[in-house]
């Protein structure tokens, strides 16, 4: 399971609770889903929920980066906001996950990454 973690450093990080949503959940496969034929447009934000287990899908976004995702989210918001929110994405995971869900998964992560800009705060995700 890969969850988001919000810390000044790794040392603090490995001992942190995780914040925001569940990577790994089906909201977190459909931005996988959506993203990945787009990953030079989303790159941070396909990394970070891309099903890639091990120290290669370990996830360290210090400030810099952290702006570029907010960015990225926000993108990726606004191409799904011009979708009726009911809309279902196809994927035969995710029978009935509607825009409207997606968005609202981006919209936490959002949170917690602005959270994390606001404190200076690295983002880290770390895959079992």
């Known amino acids: 399971m890969k969850q988001l973690i919000r810390a000044k450093d ?3 990080a490995t001992t942190a609770g995780s914040v925001g949503p ?5 909201e977190g496969w459909a931005v996988r889903y959506i993203t990945q034929e787009q990953r030079d ?5 396909f990394h970070l929920v891309e ?6 899908s370990d996830v360290v976004y210090p400030p810099d980066q952290a702006s570029r995702l907010r960015a990225e989210i926000i993108s990726l918001d606004e191409s799904l906001a011009k979708t009726n929110p009911s809309d279902t994405i196809f994927h035969p995971w995710m029978d009935g996950l509607t825009v409207g ?8 992560l ?16 770390f895959g079992d």
């Open 10 to 12: 790794r040392v603090n």
């Open 22 to 26: 569940d990577l790994d959940s089906p």
């Open 41 to 45: 447009k989303f790159p941070l934000l």
């Open 51 to 56: 099903e890639v287990y091990g120290p290669s």
């Open 101 to 108: 869900v997606i968005r609202a998964f981006l919209q936490i």
């Open 110 to 125: 959002l949170g917690e990454v602005d959270v994390a800009l606001e404190n200076g705060e690295n983002l880290y995700a």
